[in-house]
Nanobody, 121 residues
Framework: QVQVVESGGGLVQPGGSLGLSCTASGSIFKVYDMGWYRQAPGKQRELVAAEGSEGRTIYLDSVKGRFTISRDNAKNTVYLQMNSLKPEDTAIYYC???????????????WGQGTQVTVSS
């Protein structure tokens, strides 16, 4: 069984910073892509940032220059540093991890439970 657990989040004023972390644990052979998604009320879930095991990153256009994704492969952990936060960044942030549980099996993915980020004065 594989678990994906996020931490961080909370309430921050506009222009402030917040950090999120996410760890995949359990019967894991290798973790591939790890990414952060968000879903605001009444909107679809969208990809915020993702990083592959080889270090390639992608970002949502609206967060480029403000958010930074990084990961520690040894810990199967991905981080999201969010700076210059705006009210429109308010959402539930979800982590997703793609992984194999053995070297010959197929790739699976799992979502974390989500963590609330609220940007408000």
């Amino acid at each position: 069984q594989v678990q994906v657990v996020e931490s961080g989040g909370g309430l921050v004023q506009p222009g402030g910073s917040l950090g999120l972390s996410c760890t995949a644990s359990g019967s894991i052979f290798k973790v591939y892509d790890m990414g952060w998604y968000r879903q605001a009320p009444g909107k679809q879930r969208e990809l915020v940032a993702a990083e592959g095991s080889e270090g390639r990153t992608i970002y949502l256009d609206s967060v480029k220059g403000r958010f930074t994704i990084s990961r520690d492969n040894a810990k199967n952990t991905v981080y999201l540093q969010m700076n210059s936060l705006k009210p429109e960044d308010t959402a539930i942030y979800y982590c997703n991890a793609e992984f194999q549980t053995d070297p010959y099996g197929s790739t699976s993915s799992r979502w974390g439970q989500g963590t609330q980020v609220t940007v408000s004065s």
